[in-house]
């Protein structure tokens, strides 16, 4: 079963389900792992009155075209570079803004170079920061220690009151924090200094697309409801 971050859905479902005793824990269950899980992707949850809300300190700052643009880029690139590497690279995609990120493994400079050219020739790209490393493919160890590292900074941008952790994408390999979202110059220092607090995090790499503090301004006017 997936469940989203739509704490609003399961909370109705929670109150159609209170009235059976079978299934109000189950719900309960349900709410609680719902709002752990939104914790961990950005989503702010606020507590009053007793019942739990949530909501989203700041929309996403993407052009509705450039968020589908984003996943159309991560599927083709995906399918693209393990047609053409195979089982030898371990390459993951990431794409923000149609900028993207390629980190993990490869067998050889020439591969490193393939896979930059597969994802170039995509139509929608702007850009390509290549982080793949020419070696063995990373243990399933190393592999868990960058996804446990992963959570560990979004849940603590979740915490931070200066920033919004929803501005952000966080992408972890071999220890080393990749940050991507358009924010400002302020925004992005500073959530660079919080992922290097973060145990087990060995650098920390900046890719960003920067905004003015008027532009910020401007978006948060927009987004705030009328």
């Not at 996804?147 to 920033?163: G, P």
């Amino acid at each position: 079963m997936t469940f989203s971050c739509n704490v609003s859905a399961a909370l109705g479902y929670a109150r159609t389900v209170s009235q059976s005793p079978g299934l109000a824990r189950a719900a309960t269950v349900l709410v609680v792992a719902g709002l752990i899980s939104c914790q961990l992707e950005g989503c702010f949850p606020v507590i009053a009155g007793g019942i739990v809300a949530g909501t989203y300190a700041a929309t996403d700052r993407r052009s509705l075209g450039a968020q589908a643009d984003d996943k159309v880029i991560g599927t083709k690139a995906g399918n693209q570079i393990e047609s053409a590497l195979g089982d030898s690279a371990h390459v993951n995609v990431t794409a923000f803004n149609r900028k993207v990120l390629l980190t993990g493994e490869v067998s050889s400079a020439e591969a490193k170079v393939q896979a930059e050219r597969i994802v170039n020739g995509i139509d929608t790209v702007n850009g390509v920061v290549n982080e793949l490393a020419v070696s063995g493919s990373s243990s399933f160890t190393s592999r868990s220690s960058d996804a446990f590292i992963t959570s560990q900074v979004k849940a603590r941008l979740v915490n931070e009151k200066d920033i919004y952790a929803n501005a952000f994408k966080v992408v972890t390999e071999r220890g080393t924090v990749y940050l991507m979202g358009r924010v400002t110059q302020r925004e992005g220092d500073y959530a660079a200094d919080v992922a290097r607090q973060v145990g087990g995090v060995l650098a920390v790499v900046k890719v960003f697309d920067y905004i003015s503090e008027d532009e910020l301004k401007q978006m948060n006017t927009q987004a705030a409801p009328s």
